[in-house]
């Protein structure tokens, strides 16, 4: 190895530290342990003989096509299969508004590539999710926190850091927000909350991120409209995955958006993993 490998590092990998969440993770065989470090659902509940079956069937009928390279916005079915779910529950969306991902933590890396120069403004939600904040931090990005309530984050202190960072010449590259059962506050924005913070969006020009990961983990009480489906301009790019509604290892994550801006995911995803398994 080099002498001093640490002068041979780039800037972004100097300023990316280990992830607090999966450190914690290797205490999980501790005997006796019992962990809440993570959201780990039952192995109880994972549908482990459907699971054989469908990958045999599809083993023996789709093996050439399953194994080998495939586009980098996604299986195309699968595709077809999330906008038509999407759709039946009132979301409007086509094709050219989705892109598979490899889960939702691989969206938040290609986002923040997409649009954080090192010194940028990202503001995000006070707290947040570990594993976003890592992704933004990755690329140097400076986070301003919005204290949140029972109805979510709060519009005024919002607009007034948009106003201080106006005053200043800048303005956030996007807002980072979990509106439904946010992680780890546990919080479900109001509807009334997202429409104002869509207004102070549009305002101030300023793209929402909506991680929507836990959106479908409703047992009671009536389903938000998603800030996606509220918006209607282009301002909101949703992140979806099969992580927490399915299996956390079925690393299967998309994409929903305006196509022009999923087009420029398009070009970091190829640079990054060519497609999803």
């Not at 990998?13 to 993570?38: D, N, Q, T, V």
Request: charged share 25%.
């Amino acid at each position: 190895m080099i002498t001093d490998l640490n002068s041979a590092l780039s800037a972004n990998i100097k300023g990316m530290k280990r992830s607090a969440i999966r450190e914690l993770l290797k205490y999980l065989g501790a005997p006796g342990l019992i962990s809440f470090s993570g959201g780990f659902p039952s192995p109880l509940t994972f549908p482990v003989e459907d699971l054989k079956e469908i990958m045999n069937d599809v083993m023996e009928k789709e093996a050439a096509f399953a194994l080998q390279y495939g586009a980098t916005e996604g299986d195309a079915l699968l595709r077809e299969l999330l906008v038509k779910r999407y759709n039946e529950q009132g979301i409007k969306m086509e094709m050219e508004n989705l892109i598979i991902t490899t889960a939702s933590q691989q969206a938040l890396d290609l986002i923040a590539k997409m649009f954080i120069d090192r010194g940028d403004y990202v503001i995000v939600g006070l707290p947040s999710y570990l594993g976003g904040l890592s992704a933004f931090n990755s690329y140097g990005a400076n986070m301003i926190g919005i204290p949140m309530d029972d109805e979510g984050e709060d519009p005024e202190i919002l607009e007034a850091e948009l106003k201080k960072l106006q005053a200043m010449g800048k303005k956030p590259k996007f807002l980072y927000l979990i509106p439904d059962f946010q992680n780890p506050a546990g919080v479900t924005m109001s509807e009334k909350r997202r429409k104002e913070i869509l207004e102070l969006a549009y305002k101030y020009d300023v793209m929402i991120i909506e991680d929507s990961p836990y959106r479908e983990l409703r047992y009671e009480g009536e389903t938000q409209k998603t800030m996606y489906e509220m918006d209607g301009t282009g301002h909101v790019i949703m992140l979806g995955t099969f992580s927490k509604i399915f299996c956390p290892g079925f690393r299967i994550g998309w994409v929903a958006a305006h196509p022009d801006v999923l087009d420029k995911i398009v070009v970091g995803k190829q640079a990054t993993d060519l497609c999803t398994p």
